[in-house]
């Protein structure tokens, strides 16, 4: 089982970004998947999850009406659209899914909010 996530960076208050997390190993829309984010000196937290066929998603009410959980079952990869981006979502950014009730993390991927 494999997890790479790509797309953070640094951008500026109100901007936009969209991460990915690529997935091998594991018959990818058999499996919910979720975003966690770990911002700096604190615990990490989960931000949104989605169904392994995409039917019904999660959000923290931190994130929701600014972020949007998404898949794509042909290319085996989860999104993260973040809008209206905001100081305190700096944080590494994390994708999961339990496959047969074990963890699998991927790497993350910083994202880092600032003027």
């Known amino acids: 089982v494999q997890l790479v996530e790509s797309g953070g960076g640094l951008v500026q208050p109100g901007g936009s970004l969209r991460l990915s997390c690529a997935a091998s190993g594991f018959t990818f829309s058999s499996y919910a998947m979720s975003w966690f984010r770990q911002p700096p000196g604190k615990e990490r937290e989960l931000v949104a999850s989605?169904?392994?066929?995409?039917?019904?998603?999660y959000y923290a009410n931190f994130v929701k009406g600014r972020f949007t959980i998404s898949r794509d079952n042909a290319r085996n990869t989860v999104y993260l659209q973040m809008n209206s981006l905001k100081f305190e979502d700096t944080a590494v950014y994390y994708c999961l899914s339990v496959i047969r009730d074990l963890p699998a993390w991927g790497q993350g991927t910083l994202v880092t909010v600032s003027s």
């Open positions: 989605i169904t392994g066929v995409g039917d019904s998603t």
